[in-house]
């Protein structure tokens, strides 16, 4: 049950802030000073906490007083380990007219969620995304004077797929998706503010996975009446140790995180988009998604491709996709994985016979000069 500190200041607040939280202590203090510091003050902060082992609760509570009543704190029953669930329980228990995600080490600029709800506003959004935030280390971000010089950075490669100033998609869902497919959105939720009937409306809600995010834009980018792109920049997102270590586990668990993915992801998509009309008449729309999304995945596992065996990967693939659930997408995501691996064997096999022409003709050259 949700801990409601003290009355609302705001009877229906303009934003909710959701956070989920998971042993933090050492960041989720700066997190909430930055909403503190906020120039629009008409917001709610909804901190769902992951089942922490450190202080974290603690923390977030003492700063109950400092909201005046606009402070919640929801625990969840079992830890989930992802953010996914704990940002559900957080939409679950908001009342504000917009939701903004926050990641519980980041920090916002001082007029975010003014720019924010300013420019929902102005366009009646459903959804408001931008393209470019900050990312920087404890050290950067500790520091007011370095933190004051951070370049704006992006995901996205080339300035000029990047917008100057606000661009409207209205119900234009083929031009969209063909854009998500060329990689030239973001899909972090962290840098949207979304209306929050239109989540409960088309029933938007976010995987237990990761790529949880790019779930949750690609039914955003499918249903959005008006999604708006800006240019704003406000979001500092933390690099921290352990998201530099993040991959560095057992490689059998981190592939089957990632084959869960694949497997959760695309069935959640196929089945959100398949109560849609116009994807049934557009199924080629669909399957850009579908590539996109697995792409995404995959990247994260190239690196197996090398540690791993070809026969250890395969039997662990085999029995991942073995359920007999979907067997149409069930073939399209183990012949996408095989594929991958495919191509690094053939690039393998390219270089090798690069190698042996070069040696071939460094030995003729020395026959010709003897």
């Not at 997408?329 to 690069?354: E, G, H, K, P």
Request: aromatic share 12%.
């Amino acid at each position: 049950m949700p801990l409601n500190i003290t009355p609302p200041r705001f009877a229906c607040p303009a934003v909710s802030v959701v956070i989920p939280l998971y042993n933090a202590e050492k960041y989720v203090g700066a997190c909430l000073d930055s909403l503190l510091a906020q120039t629009f003050q008409n917001f709610e902060v909804i901190v769902v906490d992951d089942c922490s082992t450190d202080s974290s609760c603690a923390l977030v509570q003492s700063y109950a007083e400092k909201f005046g009543g606009r402070l919640k704190l929801a625990r969840m029953k079992k830890n989930t380990g992802s953010a996914g669930f704990p940002r559900n329980k957080g939409i679950e228990l908001s009342r504000g007219e917009y939701i903004f995600f926050m990641d519980s080490d980041d920090l916002i600029t001082p007029t975010a969620l003014e720019e924010l709800y300013g420019q929902a506003k102005k366009f009646d959004a459903d959804v408001v995304q931008c393209e470019k935030f900050y990312r920087a280390s404890d050290e950067i971000l500790n520091d007011a004077e370095r933190k004051k010089n951070l370049k704006p950075w992006s995901y996205l490669t080339g300035e000029k797929i990047l917008v100057a100033e606000p661009l409207v998609w209205e119900n234009n869902f083929e031009e969209r998706i063909k854009f998500f497919g060329q990689r030239k959105l973001i899909w972090n939720v962290c840098n949207q503010l979304i209306r929050r009937d239109f989540t409960a409306d088309n029933e938007i809600k976010f995987c237990d996975i990761v790529a949880e995010d790019m779930v949750f834009t690609i039914c955003e980018l499918c249903s959005a009446k008006r999604y708006v792109r800006v240019p704003n920049v406000f979001y500092y997102y933390r690099q921290t140790e352990s998201s530099v270590m993040r991959g560095k586990k057992d490689l059998s668990r981190l592939l089957r995180r990632q084959v869960k993915a694949l497997k959760t992801g695309i069935k959640y998509i196929d089945e959100f988009l398949s109560e849609r009309e116009f994807f049934s008449r557009r199924p080629d729309l669909k399957y850009i998604l579908f590539d996109t999304f697995a792409g995404e995945v995959l990247n994260g596992v190239t690196g197996f491709y090398a540690q791993v065996p070809a026969p250890a990967l395969d039997d662990l693939l085999q029995k991942e996709f073995s359920d007999g659930n979907h067997k149409t997408l069930t073939t399209f995501l183990f012949s996408t994985v095989n594929s991958y691996r495919l191509q690094l064997i053939r690039a393998q096999q390219f270089a090798a016979q690069a190698h042996q022409r070069i040696a071939q003709l460094e030995n003729e050259i020395k026959r010709l000069q003897g």
